[in-house]
Every structure is written in structure tokens, then in C-alpha cells.
């Protein structure tokens, strides 16, 4: 509610920078972290493609991996994994501040909060592996 | 060690000054010596003019919140010798206006605290010669936020804050969640709208800063993540059940 006799001192506010994530690594690990999702969206479109191309036979499946083998694809989906292992790690991290998880009354520590996602991981990743590797 | 350092401190005075300045102040390098103690040292021997809030010297009121050296801190749990060799910055609270020197305009933070409804509320009140019991489980789910001292540097520490004034910030809405985790209290309906408002939880980001700065281990960070899923399940709740089957 606004007091129209009310005593309104004068003031400074000073403008926040546009670069003001730059310079403080907690900061710039935030934008970091948030940019990772556009990396993220990269590779689903890439699994897009990829299922497409298997959809349509062999030739089309190859030419795929053609254009996958290109240095600058090659390049890109270098930095992808990166950000992708970054988000996911970030991610993990943050589920125990997201989850007060409270057994016997008491609250379970970040560790073990975090801990069962890491091993599904782990697991689920394996899994692919073995599927992709077996020849 | 040596026995000076210089503290850089922001000036300014609303009715002289364009814009904020620094002057620089050298002051005894004492090991048991805060930052609060400096400037006190300061205002008392060689700037009386200098202005800025203190009160307990002791952590507990939360007056003395101002940036050292780029970071959000209570000035008298700040040792000059953890500091060394200087120089000290000394800005005021960043996101919020300066009045004068190191002080700044707490009212929209004040104004934002009163919205969360941070007291007990009861549908009933019991009468006066009974007891409200708390087992200490009870007691645990909420002490934590509970020792929020209201120093702000919370929302100097949160970008979002200082992007978005409209934010709600951290600890009003950790202080709102204190209440909603009380066994006691009964207002969390009268407390979802505000919080669940795109200014209140969903207006933050999740960048975490507040907790890291937090003297109090509050963990508001932990506290928004937290209301974001219980408004979730309200939300679900609201489309899902028949209306008026969830109280109210």
C-alpha cells in the first residue's frame, strides 16, 4: 500500500550489469549450468535424426554417420557430452537441497539423497553399454 | 603481520552526491578485530560522518550486513586479519538503495517478510492455560529456518533479486516455510498463494547463493526447492480432486 504523505527518502540504485555473472564463478557456474539444457536439446534432436535415419534402410543410416563423422559435428557433440555430464552431475547435486527426505523423523544427509541417483545412473548407462557393445 | 590496513568504503551522501565514491581509511590490523570494529574505529576517531547499522557486535540481530570485498557479510563476523593485507572493500548490501554510506532501504525486503505470514496462524486458538506440544522431530522439521536473523544478505547474494525487485527472495520465503513446517500452525493455504505466485517460488532459479552466504545456515535455496514441489502437489491436487475436497 502506498502512503501518499509517506517520507520518501532520495536514494541510489545502481543498475545491474548485463555482464554480472561474469567474473563470480558461482555465478557464472549458475549460467553455465542453465545454458547446459540448449546442449541437452542438441543431442535429442541428434537422436531424432539418428532414429529417422534408421527408419529409412541403410544407405540413409550410413550417410548419417557420414555427416556424425564431420569435424565440426564431432566438435560440437564433444562439447554436448560435456555440458550433458555437467548438467546431469549439477542436477544430482541439487536433488538433495530439492528433497527433504525425513526418515525416523530425522532428516536423511545430501549424500544419501543424492547417492541412489548417481547408482541409477551408473546403472541405466551400463545397461545401454551392454546393449550397444555386444556386438 | 602488519599492524595497518586500509579499508575502502563506499560514500555517499543523498543530498551532496551524484552517484556513490570510495575513501580510503587505514586502520590498527588487530587479530581480534571485525570489520564492524574498523569502522567504529573509524566513525569514532577519524570520520565521525561515516554512517552504517550495527547493534549486537555478536551475529544475532542482523544489522550489520554489507559487502566486504565483493561478498555479502555481517560486518562484525568479518576478522580484518582473514582479510590481510588488504585493502578492504566495504560496499552497502548490493540490490537494494542506498540511503547513505553503507545503509541501505530495507522497506521492500520488510514489506516482502510481512506478505509470507511469518507467525503461527490457528483455525482455532486453544485457550490460554493450554500447551502446544512439540516432539523435537517436530521441533527439527522447522528450526532451521527458524534462525533467520533478517540481515538481507540473502538478497544480495541473489541475482534474481537484483534483476527482478519484484522477487520475493529468499528469506521471506524460507520464514514462510518455517511457518508451514510448524506442527502449530495451520496457515499454509492462507501462505500457498503469495509463495506460489510466478514472484514468490517460481520466480527463483535455484542459483543457490543465498545459502552459501546465509551466516545462519538457514538454507532458503533448500527451503523455495522444497515449497516448489509442495505447491506442485497442491496444483495437482486442485486439477485432480473435486473442488472443494481439499481444505481450505
Known amino acids: 500500500m502506498i502512503n501518499p504523505t509517506e517520507y520518501v527518502p532520495k536514494s541510489f540504485r545502481r543498475r545491474v550489469s548485463t555482464f554480472w555473472w561474469i567474473g563470480t564463478w558461482a555465478y557464472l557456474k549458475f549460467i553455465l549450468r542453465e545454458a547446459s539444457s540448449i546442449f541437452v536439446a542438441w543431442i535429442v534432436v541428434v537422436m531424432l535424426l539418428q532414429i529417422r535415419a534408421l527408419k529409412h534402410g541403410p544407405a540413409a543410416y550410413a550417410a548419417f554417420e557420414k555427416w556424425l563423422a564431420n569435424p565440426f559435428i564431432l566438435a560440437l557433440n564433444a562439447i554436448s557430452f560435456f555440458f550433458l555430464v555437467f548438467h546431469a552431475v549439477t542436477w544430482f547435486n541439487l536433488a538433495p537441497k530439492a528433497m527433504a527426505v525425513r526418515m525416523r523423523g530425522k532428516r536423511l544427509p545430501a549424500a544419501a539423497v543424492a547417492a541412489p541417483n548417481y547408482v541409477a545412473w551408473v546403472m541405466v548407462s551400463a545397461v545401454v553399454a551392454w546393449i550397444l557393445l555386444r556386438g | ?248
Open chain 2, 1 to 248: 603481520m602488519a599492524n595497518r590496513i586500509t579499508l575502502q568504503v563506499q560514500r555517499y551522501h543523498p543530498q551532496r552526491d551524484q552517484e556513490p565514491w570510495f575513501e580510503s581509511y587505514e586502520v590498527p590490523l588487530r587479530k581480534e578485530w571485525v570489520v564492524l570494529d574498523a569502522l567504529n574505529y573509524i566513525k569514532d576517531h577519524v570520520d565521525g560522518s561515516l554512517t552504517f547499522r550495527w547493534s549486537c557486535r555478536m551475529g544475532v540481530c542482523g544489522s550489520c550486513g554489507m559487502m566486504v570485498n565483493g561478498v555479502p557479510k555481517l560486518a562484525c563476523a568479518t576478522f580484518l586479519a582473514d582479510c590481510a593485507p588488504g585493502p578492504i572493500r566495504v560496499e552497502p548490501l548490493k540490490n537494494f538503495p542506498v540511503l547513505r554510506d553503507v545503509v541501505v532501504d530495507t522497506s521492500d525486503f520488510l514489506v516482502k517478510l510481512g506478505e509470507a505470514k511469518p507467525w503461527i496462524i490457528r483455525k482455532t486458538e486453544k485457550p490460554l492455560n493450554e500447551e502446544y506440544f512439540q516432539t523435537p522431530d517436530q521441533v527439527d522439521a522447522y528450526k532451521q529456518f527458524s534462525m533467520c536473523i533478517n540481515c538481507m544478505l540473502c538478497y544480495a547474494a541473489c541475482p534474481v533479486y537484483g534483476l527482478d525487485p519484484l522477487f520475493m527472495g529468499p528469506a521471506a520465503i524460507a520464514l514462510a516455510q518455517r511457518y508451514n513446517m510448524d506442527s502449530r500452525d495451520e496457515g499454509a493455504q492462507q501462505r500457498l498463494d503469495i509463495l506460489s505466485h510466478s514472484e514468490g517460488i517460481w520466480g527463483c532459479t535455484f542459483v543457490g547463493e543465498c545459502t552459501q552466504v546465509c551466516p545462519k545456515k538457514v538454507d532458503p535455496a533448500g527451503a523455495i526447492q522444497q515449497y516448489k514441489l509442495t505447491a506442485s502437489i497442491e496444483w495437482v491436487k486442485s486439477l485432480v480432486l473435486p473442488r472443494g475436497a481439499s481444505p481450505r
